[in-house]
């Protein structure tokens, strides 16, 4: 089976600015531990003083662009992965699109004139991560980009689509044009729930886009907020999977897969009405890095195996495998070879 550009990620890309902090560098912020949220103006310091910190680190990041980045990698085909999204004509971009064309992704980014490149607060307190985005050019993504011939020619290339729910935010129309493509092709169209924010205050494009999705990522948080928002009255991952995966749906040529992620608990995947559990891989709390990209890297372990018609037991593995890396270092990266047999 030929590879060549056979995924594509469309999302925020984003430059992680890393750094280990405090508890009252949390409250000073009024950040929650474990959390993703969009910055507001009283963040705004908080990136000037994490870049001032003697251990802060500088890694490209957005959850798309992870995931796709684990997933190249795992794949070790060069070019099988392709990424679309905005970054600003800077010094940060250049640093993005260099890390991730080094990564083997085939990137097209649209550069936006007069915004800067995105970039993320990761606050690591105890191996936890806390993320505050504050998107500038990332939010300035528009479809007229990706409707240009050479884009568009991605679209019509790859048969596996993956789209991290923070991309709802401001594209939703290129989520819309990838998605009916998607199903009037037969091809797979992904999804994550991303963050509770997500499923909150973004309901309406975010259900928008549910009926063309063929497989629903998230963790058990953002299962919880999903079910509280739409009234469904259980706080029970398994069931709330189901459910999830139970919502109408466009084309019946895939049915939908669930998969929620909790933590050190087993991944939980629903199809048919029934639920699998999956033990994930236990790390002693001394080899804990950071959660930063634990999520994403699942994402991307998970699609090194699809895209291969793997069965979802070697998707799950192959997830479990990739996040169990990622948690070990510090922020979204890897060794040079994956060892995932």
Same mark, same amino acid.
């Given at each position: 089976m030929a590879y060549e550009r056979i995924l594509l990620g469309m999302g925020n890309p984003l430059l992680d600015i890393s750094a280990v902090v405090d508890e009252e560098f949390l409250k000073k912020y009024d950040i929650k531990p474990n959390n993703a949220i969009l910055a507001e103006d009283k963040h705004l310091p908080m990136y000037d003083e994490l870049a001032a910190k003697g251990n802060v680190e500088y890694i490209a990041g957005g959850a798309t662009q992870n995931s796709i980045k684990v997933a190249q990698w795992m794949l070790q085909v060069p070019g099988a992965t392709s990424y679309i999204g905005c970054i600003g004509k800077d010094k940060f971009g250049e640093e993005m699109k260099k890390d991730c064309t080094k990564a083997g992704v085939n990137v097209q980014y649209y550069e936006d004139e007069k915004a800067p490149t995105g970039t993320c607060a990761v606050c690591v307190v105890g191996g936890e991560r806390s993320l505050v985005?504050? %998107? *500038?050019?990332?939010? $300035?993504?528009?479809? #007229?980009?990706?409707?240009?011939?050479?884009?568009?020619?991605?679209?019509?290339?790859?048969?596996? =689509?993956? !789209?991290?729910?923070?991309?709802? +935010?401001?594209?939703? #129309? *290129? @989520?819309? %044009? &990838?998605? #009916?493509?998607?199903?009037?092709?037969?091809?797979?169209?992904?999804?994550?729930?991303?963050?509770? =924010?997500? $499923?909150?205050? =973004?309901k309406d494009v975010q259900e928008k886009a549910l009926p063309f999705m063929d497989y629903v990522f998230g963790n058990e948080t953002e299962a919880r907020t999903f079910s509280r928002v739409h009234g469904w009255e259980t706080e029970n991952v398994e069931e709330?999977? @189901?459910?999830?995966?139970? %919502?109408?749906? &466009?084309?019946?040529?895939?049915?939908?897969?669930?998969? !929620?992620?909790?933590?050190?608990?087993?991944?939980?995947?629903?199809?048919?009405?029934?639920?699998?559990?999956?033990?994930?891989?236990?790390?002693?709390?001394?080899?804990? &890095?950071? +959660?930063?990209?634990?999520?994403?890297? =699942?994402?991307?372990?998970?699609? *090194?195996? %699809?895209?291969?018609?793997?069965?979802?037991?070697? $998707?799950?593995?192959?997830? $479990?495998?990739? *996040?169990?890396?990622? @948690?070990?270092?510090?922020g979204c990266t890897y060794p040079e070879k994956p060892d995932f047999h």
């Open positions: 985005a504050n %998107l *500038s050019a990332a939010n $300035c993504y528009k479809s #007229e980009h990706l409707k240009r011939p050479e884009n568009w020619a991605l679209v019509e290339k790859a048969k596996y =689509f993956y !789209i991290a729910g923070f991309f709802l +935010t401001m594209s939703p #129309e *290129s @989520i819309q %044009l &990838v998605a #009916e493509h998607a199903a009037a092709k037969n091809k797979v169209f992904m999804m994550n729930l991303s963050a509770p =924010f997500i $499923c909150e205050f =973004f709330i999977a @189901i459910k999830i995966s139970q %919502l109408p749906k &466009v084309s019946g040529t895939h049915k939908r897969i669930t998969v !929620i992620t909790q933590g050190a608990d087993p991944v939980v995947v629903a199809e048919d009405g029934k639920v699998k559990l999956f033990p994930v891989i236990l790390l002693p709390k001394e080899k804990l &890095v950071d +959660t930063n990209g634990a999520g994403d890297a =699942f994402v991307g372990g998970f699609l *090194s195996q %699809l895209v291969q018609e793997k069965p979802i037991e070697d $998707c799950v593995r192959a997830g $479990c495998y990739a *996040s169990n890396v990622v @948690i070990q270092r510090s």
